[in-house]
């Protein structure tokens, strides 16, 4: 059965890594810095030795396009992005690009002409550490954001996209929101310890998890933690405490699939010894279903509003943002599937944690995704890695997966 | 039985409360600023009026001494500051200074002569607003600080308590240790709720309490809320708050002596959609009896490191400061309690909460204190108020704790 080159996959991939390399091993490559510019600019070198078309559309999305023999025929698209965290690693985004140059590459070499054309996406500004959103790119492209407010984002210096985009060179032509394709798939890490803990190298991504995020204000009485009685106190902190605490108990009822999180927590006007009169926390809820994510927010707020009642306390609980679940397209899951089961890789079903191009991609054209493990879970990270074998086995699965979808000539 | 002046007494407050007077009918007076100077001034004018001898030590602290009829006998002292906190009220200090400068004019009026002198004391940054740490000049007066470490002490804008007092007039020659009084002995408001909530209109101030405070770092791993499955995670912050609430359960355990406060919680490198990786916060633990304090942080430290243990946290804790209870002088405090017996106020024991001057004074001579109510328990606040009935009752029992223990000539 055909095979990537696992070897060439792997120095593409340590090659790329060089630019913006950072000493203790990780990459900085900012979207549409000189450092994303050049990393780009090396990828399309690869990708016109490998005989593919460039194009740029007007958010600096990239596209190489190998052309098929169905004349018209929408593309089999796969990719990710090459732009990283600033303290970021190897593997996040740039993996999917590789892969996707790899599979190309395998086809050239194997001679293969497939019906419908393929091509290699980068999307700019996935990670969302230069300019706010993350997934600024494929969200233009799909419409999910019009284009003026993409190109108006601006980063902390007050550069915008569009700034940056002519600094930069990649001021595209092509139109914005794009052609849908006939299909996009994407490999990626992970990003968590799930098929690690598994002893899975693969993972056929079913789709992207419900998000909810929630502000909690809870509001007592301050006052010297010297001078009032235990009985007399209206303290936000134990109140506060005690929901962290049901939160926790609200997941395990949930589980193993709903997730819950408290990552920020204020105290107003915080001193050692004063009790906490006003404390806000934020939740951060998730679940691959909407209704179950719908049932986790009402326990939430059933769970609070009776504690803080209790305790003399008032409570004020807002949505800051709410993400529904995107389930991928059947067909597209099942190349992925009938893929690694043809080349007999032990895998698994696994919903995406983490936010990726493909999410956007899913509301546009069918979509699907393939995960492999990365070493401790970890990313977001300078000590980010994959291993040689785990690396070649997704590019494997998505050689198949794409060469279904687009047919040999 | 003979009493204050209650009108007099009120009408003193109330123009005092004119310097320094905020717009929200607070106090702004920081210590060793114009506004302190122009308070003492304001006071210094009304000790010359009732014949009193000014004197100014090495610190600022000021003194106004009224003679007895023996000769070399140590005076029976009283007082408090005139110092606020930035948004203070009308009551914290002043009142403690005002009702003894009362109690003088009241034994003027009497025509009584006492057999002890009788001195006033106006302690320097009592608030610890201005200057860290707060009790500076009763410190330096006690000898618990050495005079240089008081004098050196500055402010936010680097100007040390030494610029401050020649600035404002007040670096005095009296020597600092003082000569330890005969007694001393304190009014002020409780900056509580208790007597408030009890009915009762003087307390009798039997000693401070202990103090405690602990800083407790928790360690677990910073991780992505979305891709972490819950069986994975090493969550600081749901830790952390099991801990809150067993510290809850700890002052429970010692009710209704023992506190317990988390004033300061920080995550480290907090992010909405972010595991807590690392978590510092605070405990404030009180107690009058130290046995007890000790008692309360075994319990703390056990329940803490088994919470971390169980749920694969390391934990560090650490005293940040150590204070010991201070019982008052049993002559001096029954002193105050015959008083109130022979006013025929309702009255009870009571620990102070709070920091004051008489905590410093009390290592150093037969010390006592006299609490009245404060509306709401509020304190350290603009609208921070007292009834004219309390006021009157406080300086009352005051006036007849100094005659005891002066003697009439």
Same mark, same amino acid.
């Given at each position: 059965m055909l095979k990537i080159n696992a070897e060439r996959l792997w120095q593409s991939l340590m090659e790329m890594a *060089?630019? %913006? #390399?950072?000493? *203790?091993g990780g990459v900085r490559r900012l979207a549409l810095t000189s450092e994303d510019a050049a990393g780009r600019a090396l990828f399309a070198a690869w990708c016109r030795d490998a005989g593919l078309t460039l194009s740029v559309d007007r958010v600096g999305n990239l596209f190489a396009r190998r052309a098929g023999s169905e004349t018209g025929a929408a593309a089999v698209a796969s990719g990710s992005h090459l732009d990283t965290q600033p &303290? !970021? %690693?190897?593997?996040?985004g740039v993996y999917g690009v590789l892969a996707t140059l790899e599979v190309v590459r395998t086809l050239n070499d194997a001679g293969i002409v497939t019906r419908k054309p393929i091509e290699i996406a980068v999307w700019t500004n996935e990670e969302g550490a230069r300019f706010t959103p993350a997934m600024l790119g494929s969200a233009a492209f799909t419409g999910v954001m019009p284009l003026e407010t993409a190109l108006a984002a601006h980063d902390a210096d007050g550069v915008t996209v569009d700034d940056a985009l002519h600094a930069s060179g990649? @001021? /595209? &032509?092509? #139109?914005?929101? /794009?052609e849908p394709f006939d299909a996009y798939f994407e490999a990626h890490i992970? @990003? !968590?310890p799930v098929l690690e803990e598994a002893g899975v190298p693969v993972g056929v991504v079913t789709g992207g998890q419900a998000i909810r995020w929630l502000d909690v204000r809870v509001t007592g009485r301050a006052a010297h933690a010297g001078t009032t009685p235990m009985q007399y106190r209206k303290d936000a902190l134990f109140g506060s405490a005690e929901m962290a605490s049901e939160l926790e108990a609200i997941a395990a009822d949930f589980f193993p699939q709903g997730l819950a999180t408290i990552g920020e927590w204020h105290i107003h006007n #915080? +001193?050692? =010894?004063t009790i906490a009169g006003e404390l806000m926390f934020t939740v951060d809820l998730r679940n691959p279903s909407d209704a179950a994510i719908d049932e986790m927010e009402a326990s939430v707020r059933t769970r609070f509003e009776a504690t803080a009642a209790r305790r003399g306390l008032t409570i004020d609980i807002t949505q800051h943002w709410v993400s529904p679940s995107t389930p991928f397209d059947p067909a597209c899951i099942e190349a992925v599937q009938s893929a690694v089961n043809e080349l007999g890789y032990v895998n698994q079903r696994i919903v995406s944690g983490a936010g990726h191009d493909a999410i956007h991609l899913a509301k546009h054209c069918p979509t699907a995704m393939i995960f492999i493990p990365c070493v401790d879970g970890? +990313?977001? =990270? &300078?000590a980010e890695d994959a291993l040689p074998e785990d690396v070649a086995r997704g590019a494997d699965v998505l050689l198949h997966a794409m060469l279904a979808r687009a047919g040999r000539a």
């Open positions: *060089k630019v %913006g #390399a950072t000493t *203790k &303290e !970021g %690693g190897r593997f996040d990649y @001021q /595209g &032509e092509r #139109a914005v929101p /794009g992970e @990003q !968590g #915080a +001193s050692r =010894n970890l +990313s977001h =990270n &300078e």
